[in-house]
């Protein structure tokens, strides 16, 4: 009976954490985050927003407190390429928009093709000091996958540089890859496997990681076909901390040398060496 016990309150310990995703401030959500806007298709902010709050990439990525402002009736269109959003076929909430601080209200479309959108209304909204929260089921408008997000501002805010809707973050708790690679390197690490691939038709260049439970995130290299990928290596403490650093050495095509190029796992730049200027 203890040991029963015992075994069930160890589980939910060690099960619990996963379950949900952490971003500093923002209220917690109940899902594990796969993926986030890799890059802005268009943004059109509304009148008077300006440097920095008409910053698109500032939408793209974890939320992480700075956020892209729509102004007055302003939008803004994401993908998360690789990856595309789908339905994780239950009602839970498939991805999750950030606003940042004061609440600004905007509507939410998700399209397969770029042209025709869903309007898709919100499961979930919390809300706290450092900003909002809203979660989106796509299994309500159908099976197909959506590669991309749309934001309309409805706040009627105007005046300030900041107006409108403040979009820190698009977190998607459940994809599938939405294109071909060809793997060209592979390494592991604590039980980790990371593939250095790059996409078929793009040409884009990225290392995926997959986690002993099948879970899988991409580090974007390039977006473009401006590299050739050699080899991958996997190592730690490049920048000081206990995260794994991922270092690539590619071609660059515009001038052929070889580069390395070194990324954390959460894809920020740590180093760049040019192979054509180190004896
Ligand atoms: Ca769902
Ligand atoms: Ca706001
Ligand atoms: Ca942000």
Redesign the pocket.
């Given at each position: 009976m203890n040991s029963n016990v015992l075994f069930v309150t160890t589980l939910l310990f060690t099960t619990t954490p996963c379950l949900a995703q952490v971003y500093a401030g923002y209220p917690d959500i109940p899902a594990e985050a796969i993926a986030s806007g890799t890059s802005v298709i268009n943004y059109t902010p509304g009148p008077g927003v300006v440097s920095p709050e008409n910053t698109p990439s500032y939408a793209l990525g974890n939320p992480n407190d700075q956020?892209t402002s729509l102004g007055r009736g302003g939008s803004i269109i994401v993908t998360m390429a690789p990856m595309a959003l789908i339905g994780d076929t239950t009602s839970a909430a498939d991805f999750y928009v950030y606003?940042?601080?004061?609440?600004?209200s905007w509507d939410t479309y998700v399209s397969s093709d770029n042209k025709t959108w869903l309007k898709i209304d919100p499961v979930s909204s919390e809300e706290n000091g450092t900003?909002t929260v809203k979660g989106y089921d796509v299994d309500s408008l159908g099976a197909s996958p959506y590669p991309y997000i749309k934001l309309v501002d409805t706040s009627n805010e105007s005046g300030a540089s900041?107006a409108g809707?403040?979009i820190d973050g698009i977190v998607i708790a459940s994809a599938k890859q939405s294109a071909e690679y060809n793997i060209v390197d592979t390494d592991t690490r604590n039980g980790k496997v990371f593939n250095l691939e790059q996409e078929k038709t793009s040409g884009a260049v990225d290392v995926k990681i997959i986690d002993k439970a099948n879970g899988v995130i991409h580090v974007p290299f390039t977006t473009d076909d401006s590299l050739s990928p050699v080899a991958l290596s996997v190592q730690g403490n490049f920048d000081c901390d206990d995260e794994k650093d991922l270092n690539i050495l590619a071609v660059r095509k515009s001038d052929g040398v070889a580069v390395n190029i070194i990324k954390d796992i959460s894809g920020n730049d740590i180093r760049t060496i040019d192979n054509s200027v180190i004896n």
């Open positions: 956020a606003e940042y601080k004061v609440y600004n900003g900041s809707a403040d």
